[in-house]
Structures are given as structure tokens and as C-alpha cells.
């Protein structure tokens, strides 16, 4: 078996012991007795304000859709930017630079799209 998975199975095991120690633990020195106010749902040590299945407006997801979207996106430009010099160095530079101004030229012209559709403004 290679050294390095080796370690790597240590570590493993290391965590799901560890884990399921602390279960273990848990359950044995843990108290039983459920009472009407440990069952009562934990809102930062306050009681509840409003009713939880009340209706959000579909902008506050659209909001968070946006964000989810452009923030994977510009993870992409990680390993172009680390690469990048590899990339220069077999000739490439041009080319990967020219994708890349595409890449982020595309992701403006996004959001731009965003910004005049109003995806952006949070109140109308």
C-alpha cells in the first residue's frame, strides 16, 4: 500500500473513531427527560417573533440565485490566474488570456443583464 494513502486511512479512521466516540459519549452521559421546552424550536435564545411558514417574496431567492451563480463563476477564475504562467510557458498565453477576457466579459455582460432587468434592487 502506497505512504501516502496509508496516512491518508489513518486519518480516516482517526475521524469516524473520534466521531462516533463522541456520539457514544453523548448518548451515555447525555440527560433523557424531554420537557415542553427543550422540544420548542431554538431561535437565538428568543422566543419565536413570527410564524415560521410564513411566504418570502420570490426576490429574496432570486437574490440569493444570483449571488450562487457569479460567486461559482469567479471561483473559476482560481486556477486560470494560478495556471496561468504554465499556460505561458508552453506558448499558450494568448489564447488562455483571450478565453479568459471572454470568461469575465461574458459575466459582465450578466450582470449588466441583471442591473436592467432590476434582479438587483431589492425594493420596487
Known amino acids: 500500500m502506497d505512504q501516502s494513502y496509508f496516512a491518508v486511512g489513518v486519518l480516516f479512521c482517526f475521524a469516524l473513531l473520534l466521531g462516533g466516540g463522541f456520539l457514544g459519549l453523548s448518548a451515555l452521559l447525555g440527560t433523557k427527560r424531554r420537557t415542553k421546552t427543550k422540544l420548542m424550536p431554538y431561535e437565538c435564545g428568543v422566543d419565536q417573533a413570527s410564524n415560521p411558514r410564513h411566504r418570502y417574496s420570490v426576490h429574496f431567492f432570486l437574490t440569493a440565485m444570483l449571488f450562487l451563480l457569479f460567486d461559482v463563476e469567479v471561483t473559476f477564475l482560481i486556477p486560470w490566474a494560478v495556471l496561468f504562467q504554465d499556460f505561458t510557458s508552453m506558448g499558450l498565453g494568448r489564447f488562455i488570456l ?25 425594493e420596487h
Open 98 to 122: 483571450v478565453e479568459g477576457l471572454v470568461f469575465i466579459g461574458i459575466l459582465g455582460l450578466g450582470l449588466i443583464y441583471v442591473w436592467r432587468r432590476g434582479a438587483l434592487e431589492w
